[in-house]
């Protein structure tokens, strides 16, 4: 075994782990006894939220700040992609004692 044989091998797959992009992530937050679990995440800009309503209840999960407005039917579950960072405070339309917090970074 040559030791040189390795430097090509060790070059190339050090390359490609680098070329390789970032998979976006798989958030689930549950809507379950009037509450969002968890009630603070953070996330990141591309990554899914997978809203999954345990509930008998129609939800909302409707950003503050515009960004977001998804309604949830009972044991339904809908996704959605984060396209922008910031920090979004969202509750529920229907039931507004219900809040949560997301932290999207870039």
């Not at 958030?27 to 008998?56: C, H, R, Y």
């Not at 407005?69 to 039931?95: M, N, Q, W």
């Amino acid at each position: 075994m040559h030791p040189g044989r390795y430097l090509p091998v060790m070059t190339a797959l050090l390359f490609g782990a680098i070329a390789v992009p970032a998979h976006a992530a798989t958030i689930q937050i549950t809507m379950q006894d009037l509450v969002f679990a968890p009630a603070e995440i953070s996330t990141k800009v591309g990554d899914t939220i997978e809203w999954i309503n345990k509930d008998v209840f129609v939800h909302t999960a409707t950003a503050r700040n515009g960004d977001f407005d998804v309604t949830i039917a009972p044991k339904k579950t809908v996704t959605s992609v984060l396209k922008k960072a910031g920090t979004v405070e969202y509750y529920c339309r229907f039931h507004p004692n219900m809040k949560a917090v997301l932290t999207i970074a870039p």
